[in-house]
């Protein structure tokens, strides 16, 4: 499976499409960095006037901590946009080409090449994270520098010690990568029904952005749902900036999520294993 998985990095970075979502991050963390640098101080102003009477707030707030979890919180939203650009078109760009019969024609199994592409979009998938863990949190605090972390929560204001930060960083940005596997996964076996990767992608988001916004109504219908939806659990990163760490409760999300990628790729196998290849 080394050789498949050699042969499928290759092709995927070898397409200029490959690095959209590199770029993308690159200008929406700058931009954003940019934006926070020059006005950022108006910014934390206005968020501490809240507490600013009641409390007295000491050192650096605007620091590359709280730069960070900024950007987190607005760009793990569209991360799974630029994930599917690869994952849906691992097998419907190659029936579109017209190369997925003579993929199935090689003496390598359908299970190797299943899991060799799969593979192939989850170390895409993590060098896009890693990338966005540099920018986000490497270059922030190098901007920045560091200071105690304030997490702004919608009742509370958590304060986290500077020392005791970055573990949780490297901790979310785990998670996170369990988060955004689980999409690849998704755009990966819905790939299996289209031959063209237009589809794939576009179904992935619509079902990313229905359970996003089923996750976030606060209704009695919904509220049911929302355990059973993996979007309700994506966002257990943020479970690690809590004044009280609830790692049962993570643990969960990461059990649920993990599930889900072995579903969504054990199906993919006996999907594409029973497969008519005509393209």
């Given at each position: 499976?080394?050789?498949i998985?050699?042969?499928?990095?290759?092709?995927?970075?070898?397409?200029?499409?490959?690095?959209?979502?590199?770029v993308?991050?690159?200008?929406?963390?700058?931009?954003?960095?940019?934006?926070?640098?020059?006005?950022?101080?108006?910014?934390?102003?206005?968020?501490?006037?809240?507490?600013?009477?009641?409390?007295?707030?000491e050192?650096?707030?605007?620091?590359?901590?709280?730069?960070?979890?900024?950007?987190?919180?607005?760009?793990?939203?569209?991360?799974p946009?630029?994930?599917?650009?690869?994952?849906?078109?691992?097998?419907?760009?190659?029936?579109?080409?017209?190369?997925?019969?003579?993929?199935?024609?090689?003496?390598?199994?359908?299970?190797?090449?299943?899991?060799?592409?799969?593979?192939?979009?989850?170390?895409?998938?993590?060098?896009?994270?890693?990338?966005?863990?540099?920018?986000?949190?490497?270059?922030?605090?190098?901007?920045?520098?560091?200071?105690d972390?304030?997490?702004?929560?919608?009742?509370?204001?958590?304060?986290?010690?500077?020392?005791?930060?970055?573990?949780?960083?490297?901790?979310?940005?785990?998670?996170?990568?369990?988060?955004?596997?689980?999409?690849?996964?998704?755009?990966?076996?819905?790939?299996?029904?289209?031959?063209?990767?237009?589809?794939?992608?576009?179904?992935?988001?619509?079902?990313?952005?229905?359970?996003?916004?089923?996750?976030?109504?606060?209704l009695?219908?919904?509220?049911?749902?929302?355990?059973f939806?993996?979007?309700?659990?994506?966002?257990?990163?943020?479970?690690?900036?809590?004044?009280?760490?609830?790692?049962?409760?993570?643990?969960?999300?990461?059990?649920?999520?993990?599930?889900?990628?072995?579903?969504?790729?054990?199906?993919?196998?006996?999907?594409?294993?029973?497969?008519?290849?005509?393209?």
């Amino acid at each position: 499976m080394w050789t498949i998985l050699q042969i499928e990095l290759f092709k995927i970075f070898k397409k200029p499409r490959t690095y959209i979502s590199f770029v993308a991050i690159t200008v929406i963390v700058l931009l954003i960095q940019t934006a926070l640098y020059s006005d950022g101080q108006v910014y934390m102003d206005f968020l501490l006037q809240s507490v600013g009477g009641d409390f007295v707030i000491e050192g650096k707030m605007l620091n590359g901590y709280f730069v960070c979890y900024f950007i987190l919180q607005t760009l793990l939203i569209h991360v799974p946009l630029l994930i599917a650009l690869v994952g849906g078109d691992m097998i419907a760009g190659e029936a579109n080409s017209g190369t997925l019969r003579l993929l199935v024609s090689k003496p390598v199994s359908r299970g190797s090449l299943i899991m060799g592409k799969f593979v192939a979009s989850t170390v895409y998938t993590l060098l896009l994270l890693i990338w966005m863990a540099f920018l986000s949190l490497g270059l922030s605090m190098l901007l920045f520098g560091v200071d105690d972390l304030a997490v702004f929560k919608a009742k509370e204001l958590v304060v986290i010690l500077k020392n005791d930060v970055l573990w949780r960083y490297l901790a979310a940005f785990g998670f996170a990568a369990i988060a955004m596997v689980t999409v690849a996964a998704l755009s990966f076996f819905l790939s299996m029904f289209a031959e063209n990767s237009i589809g794939p992608i576009v179904s992935t988001m619509s079902i990313v952005i229905l359970f996003t916004i089923l996750t976030t109504m606060d209704l009695p219908l919904f509220n049911s749902l929302k355990p059973f939806l993996f979007t309700s659990h994506m966002l257990g990163w943020k479970g690690f900036f809590d004044d009280q760490i609830f790692y049962d409760s993570i643990l969960k999300s990461a059990i649920f999520l993990l599930l889900h990628i072995v579903l969504l790729i054990g199906a993919s196998w006996m999907i594409f294993k029973k497969k008519d290849v005509l393209s």
